[in-house]
């Protein structure tokens, strides 16, 4: 490779980098705890496993129709999430039908898209999930890709996972002579810009494989909508006519039970063997409508662990079968394989704790890039930009290294406040951010690289520790005996926030400050005063 395409790779690398780094930091820490979010939902509510869920599908679809919905050729996602039975259609193409029947909505609402929370005992209409209702799990879990910024927050993690792959690709291209000799190398004692170089290099290394997929597949999760909106307007479905020329008749809908379907479904499983159970009804109302039923089953060896039945609703035909140990249609398992490997739903507990931990090695990755930026501008060539690049190096260590002690306060924080409290979950979130971006604005005002790093770990190694004992007093499920009651997430969730905080802050306690040749900004800079540079050691 010739000097000039190396230095165009070499800085599209770094630029690339750097500008995604903040976002790239908040999708892989966030994420790490998203891997665990039911733990720590049922930590959060001192909640036993739910274990396997059955819903009442009759009930949920009765409910619906009572709310004055269109039904007719409806596709209906129904399934049970956060305490809650959520049911889902898309709008229909068509709104200028009749009028909802029981007059309760428009023409427009009737016709319209379905997204209806119910009551898991009741089945009654919730009110759309606030932010007040929501859980610490799925709050970390929205973070992840930005979901609390409205309407772009999920389209720019896509963009953040797409320059993350060029990120990767070019640092690669970077790499690429010396990329197994580097590995090896990890030079403690030199200078500290070869102690972050090698650091980078080394553990971007052992991440590549888990990096690469998480790139591509966020890519495909967070873009896959944008792109498939416009081919869809492009390419119309195929609208299918019935050749005999005959409209198709209608059911009646209330002498078919979706209930009686699925528990025939079940009876050819023990307990033990039912993971969970999602189900689909679709063209609801057609005389063609058909309940597509997914089975999760433990205890099969196969990735796709599942079996698939459609039924046609009006006799109960058999359509389609696919047992938990075939192998799914091409289409359906690319995007069953995506969603596993990115969720880590195919190894266990101890695979989802290797994804937390490589989760945390690529966030040191980005940290040390970050770092390496800064080290190789502190030099006097660099004198013209040094406040300009200190002040960017602060925001983006306080705003990385800040989030770890803000999700500790906001575990804590869901300990203290009481349950029954009225809008418990927006105080704790808007604490949570209030921290965070005051942290932020703290390290941008000290402009201290160590004491930045320092004060995060010490705050959130002693936040970590205290989150079991808070736990404890709360709800009386202290470590030692929540396992031995039946609350393994409880147990789960109180021994790695003991183990990350105490580690934490032993590293906090031990780590000093590296003498290194630096500009010295407050002397050179007091007031707007540009002097000669003076160098400290």
């Known amino acids: 490779m010739s000097n000039r395409d190396y230095n165009v790779f070499f800085n599209t690398h770094t630029v690339s980098g750097i500008v995604i780094s903040i976002g790239l930091y908040v999708i892989f820490f966030a994420g790490a705890f998203a891997l665990f979010m039911e733990s720590i939902d049922h930590w959060e509510s001192n909640e036993k496993p739910h274990g396997l869920k059955l819903l009442d599908y009759d009930k949920a679809i009765a409910q619906i129709t009572a709310e004055g919905y269109d039904m007719h050729g409806r596709d209906l996602s129904i399934y049970y999430h956060d305490g809650q039975v959520n049911v889902y259609s898309a709008a229909l193409a068509d709104t200028t039908l009749k009028k909802s029947e029981l007059g309760l909505l428009t023409e427009a609402e009737a016709r319209g898209r379905i997204n209806l929370h119910l009551n898991e005992e009741t089945y009654q209409k919730s009110t759309t999930r606030t932010i007040s209702q929501k859980t610490l799990g799925s709050f970390l879990y929205d973070l992840h890709f930005f979901d609390q910024i409205p309407t772009f927050g999920f389209y720019l993690a896509g963009l953040v996972s797409v320059f993350f792959l060029f990120t990767i690709l070019t640092g690669v291209i970077v790499h690429w002579k010396k990329i197994v000799s580097n590995f090896f190398t990890f030079r403690l004692k030199a200078s500290i810009k070869n102690l972050w170089t090698d650091s980078h290099t080394a553990l971007g290394v ?40 005959e409209v198709q008749s209608e059911y009646n809908p209330e002498a078919i039970s979706i209930n009686s379907q699925i528990d025939m479904i079940l009876s050819d499983y023990s307990d033990k063997e039912v993971g969970s159970v ?9 005389q063609n409508a058909e309940l597509e039923v997914y089975v999760s089953t433990e205890g099969i060896e196969s990735v796709f662990n599942y079996t698939k039945l459609v039924y046609r609703l009006s006799d109960g035909e058999v359509l389609d079968y696919k047992a938990a140990s075939e192998a799914s249609p ?54 013209h930009r040094a406040r300009f690049n200190q002040n960017v190096g602060a925001i983006y ?9 803000a999700i500790a306060l906001m575990f804590l924080l869901t300990k203290t406040f009481p349950a029954g409290m009225e809008h418990r979950f927006a105080w704790i979130s808007w604490l949570f951010l209030a921290f965070w971006v005051g942290y932020t604005i703290y390290s941008f005002f000290i402009k201290n690289n160590f004491k930045i790093n320092r004060n995060a770990l010490f705050l959130a190694g002693v936040l970590g520790v205290l989150i079991p004992a808070f736990n404890g007093f709360h709800s009386g499920l202290w470590f030692w005996k929540s396992l031995n009651m039946g609350y393994p997430d409880s147990f789960f969730i109180d021994i790695s926030w003991l183990v990350c905080g105490a580690i934490t802050l032993w590293i906090a306690i031990k780590i000093k400050p590296q003498k290194k040749k630096g500009i010295d900004l407050k002397s050179n800079f007091k007031r707007g005063k540009k002097e000669t540079p003076v160098v400290v050691t």
């Open 206 to 245: 052992i991440g590549l494989p888990f990096q690469i997929m998480y790139a591509i597949t966020g890519s495909i999760f967070c873009l896959l909508v944008a792109i498939s909106v416009p081919i869809d307007k492009i390419i119309p479905e195929e609208k299918v006519e019935d050749v005999s020329g």
């Open 278 to 286: 999602y189900a689909e009804v679709h063209n609801f109302h057609d």
């Open 330 to 383: 091409y289409a359906e398992a690319s995007w069953d394989f995506i969603h596993i490997i990115h969720f880590g739903d195919y190894g266990g507990m101890l695979l989802k704790v290797m994804y937390f931990i490589l989760a945390l090695l690529t966030c040191f990755v980005i940290i040390s890039g970050v770092m390496i930026w800064l080290v190789a501008r502190d030099k006097k060539n660099y004198l």
């Open 397 to 405: 260590l306080g705003a990385c290294l800040g989030l770890y002690p």
